[in-house]
């Protein structure tokens, strides 16, 4: 696949026309049978979700908490796959593992010391480029952080809003 060729005509449209570029993604949770689990309709696919078998679900499908780190290591695995391309290092694989740390008494209400959610993210990447240079895996490196949309949304403090219908 050419990359270049494939976002040349998308960003010649975006150069030109100012705001062809603004996508709005959904996501929609709808209630299940019990009230620790759900559907989760991205648009393209529907996911089953529940609650972590630590706060009383089963276990048995992924938590929020597995669907946000799944989200980031995704486009960390795409984005640094982009990256990689454009800068024309062959790579043999990009691997991301993201693991992160919580409390889930914070989550259960046990303590208000506690913080709600994760503590702590870690983002892996093993990269296998025998030919690449330590200065084109730096640059790497930091084109993918640049521009992993998740990994930047969680670096940053997007505005949240919440309305009750």
């Not at 454009?86 to 593992?97: D, F, L």
């Not at 740390?101 to 046990?110: E, F, K």
């Not at 640059?139 to 505005?159: D, H, I, N, S, W």
Request: net charge negative; charged share 25%.
């Amino acid at each position: 696949m050419d990359l270049r060729s494939v976002q040349r005509p998308l960003k010649k449209k975006y150069r030109n026309e100012p705001g062809s570029s603004r996508i709005t993604l959904e996501a929609k949770a709808s209630q299940q049978d019990t009230p620790i689990s759900c559907s989760v309709d991205v648009g393209r696919a529907i996911y089953e979700a529940g609650a972590h078998k630590g706060v009383g679900g089963t276990g048995e499908v992924a938590c929020s908490g597995d669907l946000l780190l799944g989200a980031l290591a995704a486009c960390a695995q795409v984005t640094c796959q982009m990256v990689a391309e454009a800068m024309g290092i062959e790579t043999q694989s990009i691997e991301v593992t993201v693991e992160g740390d919580m409390d889930l008494a914070g989550t259960l209400g046990i303590s208000e010391d506690v913080t709600v959610g994760f503590e702590a993210i870690r983002t892996t990447f093993d990269i296998v480029a025998p030919e690449a240079t330590e200065e084109q895996l730096e640059k790497l490196r930091g084109r993918t952080e640049k521009y992993c949309v998740v990994f930047q949304t969680l670096a940053g403090q997007p505005e949240l809003r919440t309305k009750w219908a």
